[in-house]
């Protein structure tokens, strides 16, 4: 079992910067793929990134691809997620989420295939 903790959220101007960190407790942290999710009042929840247990494998939305960046520390159990050229429309609450469902390719823009969750971290961007 993983418990995961988000934290880095705040309020930034537009084309500004954040990088967001989930903590993860337990011993077998390197097997889990990890995925970034984000849901905005009044919508629902979407895929932002995701990454392979190895960091060997990584996917984004099409709408953060090349300002986004996800990367993980296997020796300090977290995974981060930094985020660059800040949009209005990036606001949302940020989660992170792990599962152990292999291969990636085949689970990780489906919120539902991951088990395990954060409590989220607001981000807010300004006009």
């Known amino acids: 079992q993983v418990q995961l903790v988000e934290s880095g959220g705040g309020l930034v101007q537009a084309g500004g910067s954040l990088r967001l960190s989930c903590a993860a407790s337990?011993?077998?942290?390197?097997?889990?793929?990890m995925g970034w999710f984000r849901q905005a009042p009044g919508k629902e929840r979407e895929f932002v990134a995701a990454?392979?247990?190895?960091?060997?494998?990584?996917y984004y939305a099409d709408s953060v691809k090349g300002r986004f960046t996800i990367s993980r520390d296997n020796a300090k159990n977290t995974v981060y997620l930094q985020m660059n050229s800040l949009k209005p429309e990036d606001t949302a609450v940020y989660y992170c989420?792990?599962?152990?469902?292999?291969?990636?390719?085949?689970?990780?823009?489906?919120?539902?295939?991951?088990?395990?969750w954060g409590q989220g971290t607001q981000v807010t961007v300004s006009s």
């Open positions: 337990g011993h077998t942290f390197s097997r889990y793929n």
């Open positions: 989420a792990a599962d152990r469902k292999y291969p990636i390719a085949t689970m990780y823009s489906s919120w539902n295939e991951y088990a395990y």
């Open positions: 990454i392979s247990w190895s960091a060997a494998i990584t």
